[in-house]
Structure formats: structure tokens, C-alpha cells
């Protein structure tokens, strides 16, 4: 009975995983529409309604720990931190 409880946690956990990460992945290609207000040289001032939504959507874990990665892969590529001014 115990076996067959942790293997219904386990499936519960790596599916819950997967869609977790599958939203999250999605919710940040959402944030496409975001993209004349971040690039460098962007001529709109203030994001859309459309950018606003999107960035509202995407979940507040998700998008801490997409930054939190990405701040660490110059470091994993061995080139130096970013260093970005104000």
C-alpha cells in the first residue's frame, strides 16, 4: 500500500512538473508583445495594454526563476557576470 502510494506522489509530482513548466513556458512567450517597449532603440515609451496583460498573466515564480537562471548563464558559459548600468 505504501509502494502504491509513492508511486501515485511520483506520477502526480512529474506531471504537475511537466505542466508547470509547460505553463510557464508559455506564459513567457506571451511576453512577446512586450518586445517594441525592451529592445534596445525601442521607440514606445509606455508598454501597451497588451504587454500589461501579458506581464500580469505570467506567474510571479516563474518569472523570478527565469531570471534567476538567465542571470547565471554567462557564468555556466564562463564569461563575465552582467553588469548592467541604471
Same mark, same amino acid.
Given at each position: 500500500?505504501? @509502494?502504491? %502510494?509513492? #508511486? ?15 505553463? @510557464?513556458?508559455? /506564459?513567457?512567450? /506571451?511576453?512577446?508583445? @512586450? ?5 534596445? #532603440?525601442?521607440?514606445?515609451? +509606455?508598454? +501597451?495594454?497588451? @504587454?500589461? #496583460?501579458?506581464?500580469?498573466?505570467? +506567474? ?8 534567476? %537562471?538567465? /542571470?547565471? %548563464? ?8 552582467? /553588469?548592467?548600468? +541604471?
Amino acid at each position: 500500500m505504501k @509502494c502504491a %502510494i509513492l #508511486g501515485v506522489i511520483l506520477v502526480l509530482a512529474v506531471v504537475g512538473g511537466s505542466w508547470a513548466q509547460d505553463t @510557464c513556458s508559455s /506564459s513567457l512567450s /506571451s511576453l512577446n508583445v @512586450c518586445t517594441p517597449f525592451v529592445v534596445p #532603440g525601442a521607440t514606445a515609451a +509606455n508598454p +501597451n495594454a497588451d @504587454c500589461c #496583460g501579458a506581464l500580469q498573466a505570467v +506567474n510571479h515564480d516563474c518569472l523570478c526563476s527565469t531570471l534567476r %537562471i538567465a /542571470s547565471r %548563464i554567462p557564468a555556466q558559459c564562463n564569461l563575465p557576470p552582467l /553588469s548592467c548600468p +541604471n
